[in-house]
């Protein structure tokens, strides 16, 4: 079997038979990366003998004994909005050009522990704003299964690795879909777990009330694998939830089960009107039908709110990028301005010449919401909507387990066009955003490709620490 075939469970069980080694499936990725990477512009930093080094010592260590989880040995990429310990995070900005942090982000150092090796940093849209992955100052990232088209985004460079075969599993962040939307695009597996799931300690932040790291991932056993390493509790992040506590336990890979008898799975009717692609429409509905073949209950629904999602979501965002973004003046760390004239000279040329244009956009628009006299009127307005979106998600999951639907209105769209018009751009987020304002976990799976062959995602949304019925789900229809 080519070790790039193998998914990064299937990988791990190989090196503790000893089959391949550590190194092996290193050298491996490092081959493939060689070979697309001219083409895809995933990566924005990469420590090949780092990565090599690291494989060998995870090797040894699984010779020992030491190390036995099942990722151990597993190559996997890390979105560039995730401190890394000695290696560049720069959130594909400018202003974070030479940044290398001296610490990792909780999640990563999970990872590390149960033997994942980081292999680099994946491209994203700039501070991970952005649907397309377009906004980075490091160059666009392309879709493998087309490179004429977008990858998704925030966490496209992630999604595309995965699917190019340039690492066995990869983290994304989402903070409005930028794991389940470039999932779709990429045709990976990608899911958003509940909020405080897993700890946002070195995530650096956009919303901070909305952001959660999750997988991409080859297929559902392997996304059920890494949330189990990566959620913990963290004292480090305040959001963070301890669901030992909360009795709602993290043994995600429990839930492969390939059973979905009698689980009510609702069909937001508001999902399939104006603005669908009707080829999208069709595979989303025919998913439907093979879930409901293997014993689902699945029925139509009217979900509120749904339009005022959007304007909610980026007024929510925007307000909290504008207040998080505000660290990077020149003064701290990060890219500063080479001639100026006093600070505030400094502080403006600074952020002017530092950040791209989707950035300011959202600095400026999260500005304005929060400012004297349009706070009221725009950002409380939006929290009151966020509120009553929860209650319209608790009503819902009163009657049912799941609910389905698409993960964008359309497939991915060629390079460029949506960047000319950034309304369009967030308009595409319409099936995504709800989740990250109620805070739920959901996944995004492959259901079909399109007529120019891009892949199409399903959405299955769960009720918060509900993870293990989308894994079911996820898993029941992937095996069908």
Same mark, same amino acid.
């Given at each position: ?310 304007? =909610? /979501? $980026?007024?929510? +965002? ?9 660290? *990077? @003046?020149?003064?701290?760390?990060? %890219? ?40 009221? =009127? /725009? $950002?409380?307005? +939006? ?9 319209? *998600? @608790?009503?819902?999951?009163?009657? %049912? ?40 976990? =959901? ?38």
């Amino acid at each position: 079997m080519d070790i790039l075939a193998y998914s990064a469970v299937e990988l791990s069980a190989a090196i503790k038979q000893g089959t391949v080694t550590a190194v092996d499936a290193m050298a491996a990725v490092l081959s493939r990366i060689d070979e697309r990477e001219s083409d895809i512009n995933a990566y924005v930093t990469m420590d090949r003998e780092q990565a090599l080094k690291a494989a060998a010592a995870v090797q040894e260590k699984i010779e020992k004994g030491e190390l036995n989880g099942v990722l151990a040995g597993v190559p996997v990429a890390v979105k560039d909005n995730l401190c890394t310990e000695g290696m560049r995070t720069t959130c594909s900005s400018k202003i974070l050009e030479n940044f290398v942090p001296t610490f990792s982000a909780e999640a990563v150092v999970n990872l590390e522990k149960a033997g994942a090796v980081v292999i680099g940093k994946t491209n994203m849209d700039e501070f991970a704003m952005g649907s397309t992955t377009e906004t980075s100052a490091y160059g666009v990232t392309r879709n493998p299964w087309n490179t004429d088209h977008v990858p998704g985004g925030s966490s496209g460079g992630s999604a595309a690795a995965v699917a190019a075969g340039e690492c066995y599993f990869a983290l994304g962040s989402d903070t409005g879909g930028s794991i389940r939307q470039p999932a779709s695009f990429c045709g990976v597996v990608g899911l958003k777990p509940t909020y405080g799931t897993v700890s946002r300690y070195g995530l650096v932040a956009y919303g901070s009330s909305l952001d959660q790291i999750g997988p991409l991932t080859k297929n559902v056993a392997d996304c059920a694998a890494v949330l189990e390493v990566i959620a913990s509790h963290d004292v480090k992040d305040a959001t963070s939830i301890n669901r030992k506590e909360e009795n709602k336990d993290t043994d995600f890979t429990a839930a492969l089960v390939d059973d979905v008898k009698g689980m009510k799975i609702g069909i937001p009717r508001d999902y399939f009107g104006e603005g669908l692609d009707g080829e999208v429409k069709d595979a989303v509905l025919a998913a439907a039908k093979q879930l409901a073949a293997k014993g689902a209950v699945v029925e139509e629904f009217d979900l509120s709110l749904v339009a005022y999602a959007i304007p =909610a /979501y $980026y007024t929510i +965002a925007a307000a909290e990028a504008s207040s998080n973004l505000e660290r *990077f @003046d020149g003064i701290k760390y990060g %890219y500063r301005a080479a001639s100026f004239e006093g600070l505030h000279d400094m502080y403006k040329k600074t952020r002017s010449e530092g950040f791209g244009a989707e950035v300011k956009r959202r600095i400026m628009l999260g500005s304005f919401v929060l400012s004297s006299g349009y706070y009221d =009127a /725009y $950002y409380l307005k +939006a929290l009151k909507v966020k509120a009553m979106i929860k209650n319209a *998600f @608790d009503d819902a999951f009163a009657k %049912y387990d799941l609910i389905l639907g698409p993960v964008a209105p359309t497939t991915a769209p060629k390079l460029g066009e949506s960047l000319s018009d950034p309304l369009k751009m967030y308009l595409g987020d319409i099936y995504t955003i709800s989740v990250n304002l109620a805070g739920l976990p =959901a996944i995004s799976l492959p259901c079909g490709k399109d007529s120019k062959g891009l892949p199409i995602g399903l959405q299955l949304i769960a009720d918060s620490f509900q993870e293990k019925k989308l894994i079911q789900a996820a898993y029941t229809y992937e095996k069908q």
